[in-house]
Every structure is written in structure tokens, then in C-alpha cells.
């Protein structure tokens, strides 16, 4: 019989519950913090230290700490959604909150868990570690869009030469940086098999070249378990719709809720892949043709190319644009809604 432990994650400490002595401790969110208490654990659950099993909401870098500890001893945990948490608490009425009452409830909240959502986590240090790279590359994109905004509006408004010339120094900096990164992240791909045949794999779509392989790899390797659907809405390529009665109508769009980075890096290689990849050339033109607007058009390439470096990643195939192409059936369903 498993023993579940609730433990509610925050930035430095983590609240544990612990039903076998019905108590409630905190400890520091870090690796030592987790020696004491798995060791506590083990002289109180003694030989069944091995059927304990963490409980605790998904927050984000927070809980990686605890995560990596629970790989590291095979700690099986039970990873628990926000909004499946507010919901559980408002079902048993809790009607305050406190980090000991969310521990006890986190820890009550194995009633819901399926076997296959009880597991030792799992994280590829190659797939953190681009994962890491991507995330500062994303970080220097922004600084990147920041320095040339102020740059514009400094021109316009006849800043001092000095300070222009001190912007457009830090400008071109992180442009080298940015080489650097995306270098670093191609050296880390290429020398493990798997990672380079998926990258070949992705960029064997005609359009798709460096920078843009490099994020999708990220993005599926970011979310393994993720779906077609789900990896749409990850892109922010999920169309939405707002109507209410008769007053409010508005066009559908897309949601732009996801990666933002996913869609500013393949907004290039999406306009070749119209141009030079003959079934998005095709995909294109036939949206168009039936009146949907160019830009419209231009996303559900997009979202097409996403999908299929996506179905090529998962089953480890090169793209063949004629075999795609015979079998391409555009449908408004498919590439809109």
C-alpha cells in the first residue's frame, strides 16, 4: 500500500504533511532540506520508505529541486495540475488556505491519481540543458526587441550621439551572443545521436533551417506527452473566437497565448516554405483562393509545419515532399479551426 506525502512547493521552503504521525513540517527548498527529510521518512516508514509517494501542484522551476531529488533516490511522485488542486479544494470545502492545509489536502488528493500518474520523475540532463540555452536565447530576443525599440524612438527624438552609439554597441553585442548561443546549442544536438536525427528529421522540411529545427526540438522536447492539439495551443496557433448574443461578434483568430518565440523564429521559414515547399505553396494558395485572408493563410502554414515536424520528430522519418504531397487533402476544418 502506497503512502502518499503532501507537499505544498514554494520558493524557499516546502511544507510537508506526513499522515503516518499525522504532522506537519518545513523544510528548506533544497537539497539538503530533502536529505533531512528523507531521512526522517525512513525512520518512520522503515521498510516501507520504498512505497511513499510525493504529492505536490506543478510550479514551475520551484519544484525542480524536489523533482531531482526524487529521480535521484526513486521517489515516486504524483504531479498535481493548479487548477486540479483549486478545484479538489473547493470540493472538500476547504474554505481557508494555508501551506499546512494545502500539504494535508495535496496529500488527500491521491484519490484521483491513475497508476500511470505515479512515477519516478525522468529529466534528460542533454534536453535541460538545451532547454537552458533556449530559454537565455529567448531572454536575449527580448533585450534584442527592447534596445532596438528605445533605439528607434532615440533616433527619432535626436538623442545625444553618444547614447546612440552606446545602443547600437549593445545591440550588436547580443546579436553575438546570440550566434554563440545558437552555436552551443547546435554542438550539444550533434553530439547526441538521438537529438540529431530528430533535428535532421525536422529540418529535412524544406523552409526549416537552423534556428527554427533548434526551437521545435526544444519544443518537443520540452513536452514529450503533448498532442497535436496540444502542441497548437503550446504555439499560441489555436483559433479562438469571441461572440456574445447579437452585439459582440468578432473574426476568429488565434489565440497567440503560447511560445511567442516559436512563432517569431518560423514566421521566416514559414513565408519560404509559400514559397519553395510545394505542399505549402499548395496549402497556401488553396486558403486563399477560398477567401481566407493572407495572413490567416500564412498561420495555418504554420501550424502545418508545426504538426509536421511534430508527426516526423515522433515517428523518426524524413520529409518527402511528393509523398506528402499526393496525399495532401486540404480541408477548412483541418487548417482554420
Do not use: W
Not at 27 to 54: A, H, M, P, R
Not at 251 to 277: C, D, Y
Amino acid at each position: 500500500m502506497k503512502n502518499y506525502i503532501g507537499i505544498d512547493v514554494a520558493k524557499a521552503t516546502l511544507q510537508i504533511y506526513i499522515p503516518k504521525s499525522d504532522s506537519d513540517i518545513e523544510i528548506t527548498n533544497s537539497s539538503e532540506g530533502l536529505k533531512k527529510l528523507y531521512s526522517k521518512l525512513k525512520k518512520q516508514y522503515k521498510k516501507e520508505i520504498k512505497d511513499i509517494v510525493f504529492v505536490y501542484e506543478s510550479t514551475g522551476a520551484y519544484s525542480t529541486i524536489l523533482e531531482q531529488f526524487s529521480q535521484e533516490k526513486e521517489i515516486l511522485c504524483f504531479k498535481v495540475g493548479a487548477y486540479q488542486s483549486a478545484s479538489f479544494s473547493k470540493v472538500i470545502k476547504n474554505r481557508s488556505k494555508t501551506d499546512k492545509l494545502d500539504a494535508r489536502m495535496l496529500s488527500q488528493m491521491h484519490i484521483l491519481a491513475k497508476e500511470k500518474d505515479i512515477k519516478v520523475p525522468k529529466r534528460d540532463e542533454k534536453a535541460h540543458q538545451i532547454r537552458s540555452y533556449i530559454k537565455y536565447y529567448q531572454s536575449l530576443v527580448k533585450e534584442h526587441r527592447r534596445q532596438s525599440n528605445y533605439l528607434e524612438a532615440s533616433t527619432y527624438n535626436l538623442e545625444d550621439k553618444f547614447i546612440l552609439k552606446q545602443v547600437k554597441k549593445k545591440i550588436t553585442s547580443i546579436e553575438k551572443e546570440q550566434s554563440i548561443i545558437i552555436e552551443k546549442t547546435l554542438e550539444i544536438i550533434k553530439a547526441n545521436p538521438t537529438f540529431k536525427q530528430a533535428y535532421e528529421n525536422i529540418t529535412s522540411i524544406k523552409g526549416v533551417a537552423e534556428k527554427s529545427g533548434i526551437i521545435l526540438l526544444y519544443l518537443f522536447l520540452k513536452y514529450p506527452n503533448a498532442s497535436r492539439q496540444q502542441i497548437t495551443a503550446l504555439c499560441g496557433l489555436d483559433p479562438i473566437q469571441r461572440s456574445s448574443g447579437t452585439s459582440v461578434q468578432h473574426k476568429e483568430r488565434i489565440s497567440k497565448q503560447g511560445l511567442s518565440l516559436v512563432r517569431a523564429i518560423l514566421f521566416m521559414p514559414t513565408m519560404v516554405s509559400i514559397q519553395h515547399n510545394k505542399e505549402m505553396k499548395l496549402i497556401y494558395n488553396r486558403l486563399v483562393e477560398r477567401g481566407k485572408p493572407k495572413m490567416l493563410a500564412q498561420m495555418a502554414v504554420m501550424r502545418k509545419i508545426i504538426l509536421l515536424a511534430h508527426s516526423l520528430y515522433k515517428n523518426n522519418q524524413k520529409y518527402d515532399e511528393n509523398r506528402y504531397l499526393n496525399f495532401t487533402q486540404i480541408k477548412e476544418v483541418d487548417m482554420v479551426e
